[in-house]
Nanobody
Framework: QVQLVESGGGLVQAGGSLRLSCAAS????????MGWYRQALGKQRELVAV???????NYADSVKGRFTISRDNGKNTVYLQMNSLKPEDTAVYYC?????????WGQGTQVTVSS
């Protein structure tokens, strides 16, 4: 079981920036991919960004050019740098890690962007 601990959420004005962090309890060696999802009130959870072994990344169209996902294997940590934030980015952001066929989730961190 991989334990994921997120941090970095908060309240920010539109146009501002935040950086989310997610520390994994398990060695990065066993983790195939790590990513961030978000769920706004009344909506389904959606993929924001993912980074896989080798460093390839994928982003939701709505965040391309504004968000950057990165990974520090030495620290078993994945980051999400969020710039030019918009009110529609407001959601609970969840960290996800995949090991083989298993998917692991963090507890979520609230990001609120005021207009």
């Amino acid at each position: 079981q991989v334990q994921l601990v997120e941090s970095g959420g908060g309240l920010v004005q539109a146009g501002g920036s935040l950086r989310l962090s997610c520390a994994a309890s398990q060695s990065a060696f066993s983790i195939n991919a790590m990513g961030w999802y978000r769920q706004a009130l009344g909506k389904q959870r959606e993929l924001v960004a993912v980074i896989i072994v080798g460093g390839s990344t994928n982003y939701a169209d709505s965040v391309k050019g504004r968000f950057t996902i990165s990974r520090d294997n030495g620290k078993n940590t994945v980051y999400l740098q969020m710039n030019s934030l918009k009110p529609e980015d407001t959601a609970v952001y969840y960290c996800n890690a995949r090991t083989g066929i298993f998917s692991h989730w963090g507890q979520g961190t609230q990001v609120t962007v005021s207009s």
